[in-house]
């Protein structure tokens, strides 16, 4: 009952005010409340580590990558990781994630620090107490060391076969099978776990939103919008269920309805700093389905190619040039609005991490 009252009011709406307007007007909030070692346990993880302070960080780093927001009193995902090691330095989960999210995105020609540190790490780890949980995500951790993502994403599938609520396992399987282009999986990974959670657990909702996606990459539209908006119902601020929405009605056919979520919703979407750049794309995207050229060029000058030259990383930099391009076909005069992103995109040109940029 208590971690049921505790998820109703991470996920109740606040009152705030309008930017814009000085309106004061509801809105829902991010969590900010942590699992300390006896919430993971009740989710049936253990860790070596005896800090509360460094678990109830590693959640607040997850929630983070999963919902795509920086917590601005944590000081985002760098300020939450310092907390975490200065409670414990040896926090074996916390070393983990962050030296494999930092060998999931470098170059291994560029920076093989990354790599040969997770390597380093690994060995001194294994001379340590530690629990199953650790010893396997160790095992998936080496994989992304030696650039064997397959391999990775086999062993994530393994620990969320004994470990149904792990938000990091579920996280990594299912973008490393979005990123090898296992699309059957972007399905199943979601769908093995989807019945352990509850109302009452973290990231209930956004469980659907994974699946939404995986849903509607498989062609199971009707199934997947139901997913989203279930995410959406129970956590508004979900980004991840917005992009799969957005996704579903784009593929199917339905570019008036996509353009029509998003506009209705983009006080919530907007709010996940991390990751709306990439959603005011798919705006746009349906603003050219619908063959207003002028709205997409709008919504390029006004949102997506600032956003993309001011983060400079390949992510929002593809975004910029393939909606140019888009427009270029269709015969749109885009100008020399080419030029800024093709000179940022230089700096990034021998960073092949992902065949999709």
């Known amino acids: 009952l208590d971690s049921l009252l505790q998820e109703i009011k991470m996920s109740k709406t606040i009152d705030s005010p309008d930017a814009e307007s000085g309106i004061v007007t509801t809105s829902p ?5 942590w699992r300390d070692l006896s919430g993971w346990q009740a989710d049936g993880i253990q860790f070596s580590s005896s800090s509360n302070e460094a678990v109830k960080m590693y959640d607040a780093i997850l929630h983070q990558a999963v919902y795509h927001y920086n917590d601005r009193q944590l000081e985002g995902v760098s300020g939450a990781s310092k907390r975490m090691m200065e409670a414990d330095p040896e926090f074996v989960m916390g070393k983990i994630f962050s030296l494999g999210m930092d060998c999931f995105a470098t170059n291994p020609i560029k920076n093989p620090e990354p790599r040969k540190k997770l390597i380093d790490f690994s060995k001194s780890a294994k001379t340590k107490q530690l629990t199953r949980y650790e010893q396997m995500h160790l095992v998936a951790a080496e994989h992304l060391a030696r650039e064997d993502y397959w391999a990775a994403m086999v062993e994530f599938e393994d620990i969320l076969k004994e470990h149904r609520r792990d938000p990091f396992a ?9 990123t090898i282009g296992q699309t059957d999986r972007l399905r199943s990974i979601p769908q093995s776990v989807v019945e352990h959670y509850d109302p009452s657990t973290p990231f209930y909702g956004h469980v659907y939103g994974k699946l939404c996606f995986g849903q509607g990459e498989n062609g199971d539209f009707t199934q997947g919008e139901i997913s989203g908006r279930k995410a959406l119902d129970f956590f508004p601020l979900d980004n991840w269920a ?3 929405l957005a996704h579903n009605f784009e593929e199917s056919g339905r570019p008036l309805q996509g353009l029509r979520f998003l506009e209705s919703t983009e006080r919530d979407w907007t709010r996940g700093t991390t990751f709306s750049h990439h959603i005011w794309w798919h705006e746009a995207l349906f603003n050219y389905q619908l063959g207003d050229f002028e709205g997409a060029l709008s919504l390029y000058d006004g949102r997506v190619g600032p956003m993309a030259l001011k983060d400079g990383g390949n992510f929002p930099l593809s975004d910029a040039s393939s909606l140019l391009l888009r427009l270029h076909m269709e015969g749109v005069d885009i100008g020399d609005r080419a030029q800024a992103p093709a000179k940022a995109a230089i700096k990034n040109h021998d960073d092949f991490v992902s065949l999709f940029y």
């Open 29 to 33: 909030n991010f969590p900010v409340h």
């Open 170 to 178: 579920l996280q990594m399987g299912f973008f490393l099978a979005l």
């Open 242 to 244: 917005h992009h799969a």
